[in-house]
C-alpha cells in the first residue's frame, strides 16, 4: 500500500514495520511529531521525557533487556543526550537501538545548526542519514539488524526538511521480533573491562566501515559529468 508521509510519520511507521517496542522522546521541532505519530500503533510503548538525557538513558534501558527501542530528540538535544550516547558505546547493548536526532541546517527553530555527524565518528558508532521518507523506512529497519548484531547504539540523522517533507513510501506488515538475550558481558565501563571493550569497539569500526563502503544506500546517479555533487 502506498501512502503520502512525512520524514517524521516515516520514523514511526520504520519502528512499527521493525518490531519496535519502547519509544521516547524529548519535544522540539523539526522532531516534535516523531513520538506523536509513535502514540498511534498500540504495539509500542511511547513516552516524553523529562529531557533528552532521560530519554536516551530509558531508550538504553530497554535495549539492555533485549528489545528493540529508539530514543527522539532536536539538533541541541544530543548535547544534553552526550553523556549517555557516549558512555554507551564502550560497553554497548543487548537489543535493537536507534537514536533518531532531528538536524537543521539553517537553524530555523534551533539555537544553532550544528551538525551532529561530528558524534559517529566522535564515538565509534554508526549513523545512517536518509534522503527521503522511503530511506527514511528502509534505514531504519536496516540499523536495527546492525544494531543487534554489532551491539550498537545507530543514529538516524534527519534534518528539517526531510522530517517535513512529504515523499512517497510503500507500507508493510509489522515484523514481530522476539526480544534479543541478554549477554553476561560487562556492562559497566569500568577499568577492569574497559580493555575488552575497547579491543571490540576496534573490531566493530571496522566492520562497520567495510560495511559502509559497500553500503546499497551509497550510489552514484549520473544526468550531466559537467558538474559532480556529492551529498
Not at 517535513?164 to 507500507?171: E, L, R
Not at 560487562?186 to 573490531?203: C, H, I, Q, Y
Request: charged share 25%; with cysteine.
Amino acid at each position: 500500500m502506498k501512502k503520502f508521509l512525512t520524514g517524521n510519520e516515516a520514523v514511526a511507521r520504520g519502528i512499527y514495520e521493525a518490531g519496535a517496542t519502547f519509544a521516547s522522546a524529548y519535544p522540539g521541532t523539526p522532531s516534535s511529531e516523531i513520538l506523536k505519530e509513535v502514540g498511534e500503533y498500540s504495539e509500542i510503548y511511547s513516552e516524553w521525557a523529562t529531557n533528552e538525557k532521560v530519554s536516551l538513558e530509558a531508550a538504553i534501558g530497554s535495549a539492555q533487556a533485549g528489545m528493540r527501542s529508539m530514543a527522539a530528540m532536536k539538533v541541541v538535544g544530543l548535547n544534553v543526550a552526550a553523556d549517555p550516547f557516549m558512555s554507551i558505546s564502550l560497553p554497548g547493548i543487548d537489543g535493537g537501538l536507534i537514536l533518531v536526532v532531528c538536524d537543521e541546517p539553517g537553524y530555523y527553530s534551533s539555537q544553532d545548526e550544528q551538525d551532529n555527524r561530528i558524534f559517529a565518528e566522535f564515538s565509534n558508532m554508526p549513523m545512517f542519514e536518509p534522503s527521503d521518507s522511503q530511506e527514511v523506512i528502509d534505514m531504519i529497519k536496516d540499523a536495527y539488524e546492525i544494531s543487534e548484531k554489532q551491539k550498537t547504539l545507530v543514529t538516524i540523522r534527519m534534518t528539517g526538511r526531510i522530517c517535513h517533507s512529504k515523499s512517497p513510501v510503500t507500507f508493510k506488515e509489522r515484523i514481530e521480533k522476539e526480544p534479543e538475550n541478554i549477554s553476561k558481558e560487562p556492562k559497566v565501563p569500568l577499568p577492569a573491562a574497559m580493555v575488552g571493550m575497547f579491543a571490540r569497539v576496534n573490531k566493530r569500526t571496522k566492520e562497520l566501515t567495510e560495511l559502509s563502503n559497500t553500503s546499497k544506500y551509497n550510489y552514484i546517479e549520473y544526468n550531466s559529468k559537467d558538474i559532480g555533487i556529492i551529498s
